[in-house]
Structures are given as C-alpha cells and as structure tokens.
C-alpha cells in the first residue's frame, strides 16, 4: 500500500439548521486512508454513521452545513460545484447504498443502469459500455451474468441486487469505495459472501474502502482499521486487532460484549443500558455518560480528554486517560 492517503478527512462536522433546531449530527470527524486499505465506522443507529459517508458524497440536503476539510486524491473537494461534484461521483469515489432496491432505478434494467455510469463518466460508446457491464456482474459472481444484465432491479434477490450495485459502484474504477451498511438486509450465509467478494474486489481494484456497520462481526471481518463513533463522534480508533481484542473505551466494550458469537451457549447477554442520547440535547461532557457504569463526575465536564497510544490508536475517555478512575 502507497503511504499517501487516498483520501483524507480532518475535522469533518455536519450540522442540521432547520425550523430552529439544530442538530449535530457528525462532529470533529478525522481519518485518513490509504490505497488498499478498508477503515470501518462501527457504531449504533443514528451515531452519525451514513451522514458522514455522505458529507463525503456532497449528499446531505441544502439545510445540512457541512465544515472542516476533505482531500481525494489530494484535491480538496468539500465546497466544489455541484458539477465538479458529480464528476467525481462514481468516478473517483463511489458508494453502495444499504437498501440497493432503493438505490436502483426500478424502471431501468441492470445493464443499462451499469452502462450509464461507464458512458457518463468515461465517454465511451453504448456497445462498449454494455461489454463492461457484462464484465462486472462476472466479476461480482452474479450467475447467468448475460441473461441479468437485461433484468430489472425487481426480478432479482436481495443477494444479487447487492451484487448489482456493487457493480455500478465499481463501473469507473473507483479509487475510494463507500459501502453504507451494505450487509444490513441480507441473511447470514450472504452477508458472509458479500464481505469477502468485497475483500476478493478490493485486491483486484486496490481501492479503498470506508465500511459503516452497527456489526462487530462485519467490522472484524473486514477491516483493517476501526473507528467507533458515538452521538456524532469518534470515542475510540485502532487496528481492527486493537479494537476487537483491547477495546479501551467502555462503549466499545458495551458493544463486544452485546454482541452473539459462537462459544456464548448458556451465557447470559450482556447489553447495554439506556438509548443513545438525542442529538440536538446531548449532556455536557462526554454523551456516553448516562449509560456508562464507570462514570464519574469528571465525565460530565467539557473537554473529554483524548488519549492515543504509541501505535496511533485512540480513545476518548476520562477512565482511559486517567487510570485513577478505572
């Protein structure tokens, strides 16, 4: 992998402003990735996840304000026209939705929908196009690729309408992949073909991809690197062995040990206590608080304290930094 990052993201913030609430939904939001390598945003619904990925995107409506800096390729592009915008999109950087029936158009075939984006982006002929397409569903293992490259996003399974839309993602040779919770409505045995077919892709583009999921088990299958993000920010960041072995922030820890893995018969669940907090009234202090059981009335102060390890991993965590309170 090249050490330039791909793509570089430094202190992101999404704010909602609408009918006197304001709402923030993603706050001092910073990574950076490389060519080849998967960081995965792990956390509960409504954290901020898929806002950010579409900040990223230039998606959010009007009354979302968008701060901070984002760098693909080295260019910065948060502020671009909304032209230069939508070169990018699925050219340099491409996204598979959670719900592709959604994302799909319903009243055009797979195929033309592919060829679209190859003719739009790299100004090809429809013939040419139409091949390509072919050549991505192949590479997705969509089976009797020829006969579904005339299919409407209807006649096909949940499974291969993934596919599908992993293959639109791919259709320009992305150099950043965005994949919104891509696993979320498909079985099991799916969702494990699904991650390692992004895996086999990923190789054979060299892309990078930034992966959300509220599933452990997805986040440890698939990442290299993880950040945790909670009420719209990230508490704890690491390698993906880091993350999942030595979690340091209790939220981290709430959500491992919340989650069912083989070897847990008998064993009784633990969960974790409360919902998360409502983002336009969030506590002072660090917003775990109320449903964590080591806090202190330091947690309720600003300016939680940060703490990162010779190894670049982070949490951000009155217990962490200060062992006195563990």
Same mark, same amino acid.
């Given at each position: 992998m090249s050490d330039d990052p791909v793509l570089r993201v430094e202190d992101l913030n999404v704010r909602f402003r609408r009918r006197n609430v304001d709402v923030p939904a993603v706050n001092d939001a910073?990574?950076?990735l490389r060519r080849g390598e998967t960081l995965t945003i792990l956390g509960e619904s409504g954290s901020g996840k898929s806002v950010s990925l579409k900040a990223l995107m230039g998606l959010l409506p009007s009354y979302a304000e968008i701060t901070g800096k984002i760098w693909l390729n080295g260019t910065e592009i948060l502020g671009l026209p909304a032209a230069d915008l939508a070169k990018l999109r699925g050219g340099s950087v491409s996204m598979i939705f959670q719900e592709p029936m959604a994302a799909l158009d319903p009243v055009y075939t797979i195929g033309e929908q592919i060829a679209e984006t190859i003719v739009q982006h790299e100004g090809v002929d429809r013939r040419t196009a139409m091949k390509r397409a072919l050549d991505l569903l192949e590479q997705v293992k969509i089976p009797s690729a020829a006969r579904r490259l005339k299919n409407y996003p209807?006649?096909?399974?949940?499974? #291969?309408r993934q596919r599908a839309m992993i293959a639109l993602a791919l259709a320009c040779s992305p150099s950043v992949l965005l994949a919104d919770e891509p696993t979320t409505a498909l079985d099991v045995t799916v969702q494990i073909q699904i991650l390692l077919l992004l895996r086999q892709l990923q190789e054979e583009f060299g892309m990078a991809i930034v992966f959300v999921t509220h599933d452990v088990g997805a986040a440890a299958e698939i990442s290299d690197r993880i950040a945790v993000m909670y009420a719209g920010r990230f508490v704890e960041s690491g390698t993906s062995r880091e993350i999942i072995r030595s979690p340091q922030h209790p939220y981290t820890q709430g959500l491992l040990s919340s989650t069912v893995h083989g070897g847990m018969r008998g064993t009784k669940l633990v969960t974790i206590p409360g919902t998360p907090p409502n983002l336009a009234e969030l506590p002072p202090g660090c917003a775990f608080a109320p449903r964590c059981r080591y806090t202190t009335e330091a947690c309720r102060r600003?300016?939680?304290p940060v703490t990162v390890t010779e190894?670049?991993? #982070?949490?951000r965590c009155v217990r962490v930094a200060e062992p006195v309170f563990a």
């Open positions: 910073s990574f950076s209807h006649e096909m399974s949940g499974g #291969m600003p300016d939680i190894t670049g991993a #982070m949490a």
